[in-house]
């Protein structure tokens, strides 16, 4: 379960103090396809951002159980590494800007989750595993035949494909996706979204933000902030 507790979060602007989200809470239960709506500056894609632990808020808590065992964490009250390596086990995350490592081919972008954290002798032992996982991911999203290339040679849509294969490499029991079929033509919309429709029917946690309305269809809920 993911429980969002009293969630503040406030950015200061030229034009002054802009609060995105306030007071905000929300309890998402294993196994939920959840979308979230609302218009532009609404904070969606800082909700996403805070979850993930890439941004702090300015109050609140970030409670998530995960099927490691180890109970529900506060993720706020990690350390900096302790939050990365958590994150990197636990959560899969699509957001819209492209950060891929440039140098490294569409394969090995996928890869690269996997090696966090494994020791050289431990990544020898599973390579197998990581190519068969990054080629079926790969494939899933319908850019295997690009797997040689490298970033600056994809569409937008492509490389929206990449993030999503990535954010899926470890398995994550949550995934957060940003907008995930923006750039993508209606027929891979589709695919996309019976991806993510698969991931919750297996007991994956889904949180995807959309102005889509039929991408919002699909979703268990819909959360408008």
């Known amino acids: 379960m993911i429980d969002i507790q009293n969630l503040t979060k406030t950015f200061t602007t030229p034009r002054g103090k802009i609060t995105v989200l306030d007071?905000?809470?929300?309890?998402v239960q294993d196994g939920t396809f959840l979308g979230i709506s609302g218009k532009s500056g609404a904070g969606k894609s800082t909700l996403l951002s805070i979850i993930a632990g890439l941004q702090k808020p300015d109050s609140g808590k970030v409670i998530i159980?995960?099927?490691?065992?180890?109970?529900d964490r506060d993720i706020f009250t990690l350390?900096?590494?302790?939050?990365?390596?958590?994150?990197?086990?636990?959560?899969?995350?699509?957001?819209?800007?492209?950060?891929?490592?440039?140098?490294?081919?569409?394969?090995?972008?996928?890869?690269l989750p996997y090696f966090i954290g494994l020791s050289r002798r431990n990544a020898r032992v599973q390579l197998n595993l990581i190519n068969s996982r990054a080629k079926e991911l790969l494939e899933n999203l319908g850019i295997a035949h690009l797997s040689q290339s490298?970033?600056?040679?994809l569409s937008g849509g492509e490389n929206h494909?990449?993030?999503?294969?990535?954010?899926?490499?470890n398995n994550p029991d949550i995934i957060l996706a940003d907008e995930p079929t923006e750039s993508v033509d209606s027929e891979r919309t589709e695919d996309i979204v019976k991806i993510f429709r698969s991931l919750a029917d297996s007991g994956k946690t889904v949180i995807l933000v959309s102005h889509d309305s039929q991408v919002l269809k699909s979703c268990d809920?819909?959360?408008a902030i």
């Open 161 to 169: 494909r990449l993030l999503i294969a990535r954010a899926l490499a």
């Open 23 to 27: 007071n905000f809470s929300l309890r």
């Open 150 to 153: 490298y970033p600056r040679d």
């Open 65 to 71: 159980g995960t099927s490691s065992g180890n109970g």
């Open 221 to 223: 809920s819909v959360e």
């Open 79 to 111: 350390n900096d590494k302790e939050l990365s390596l958590f994150r990197n086990s636990n959560i899969g995350f699509v957001s819209q800007e492209q950060s891929f490592l440039e140098n490294l081919t569409v394969f090995d972008n996928v890869r």
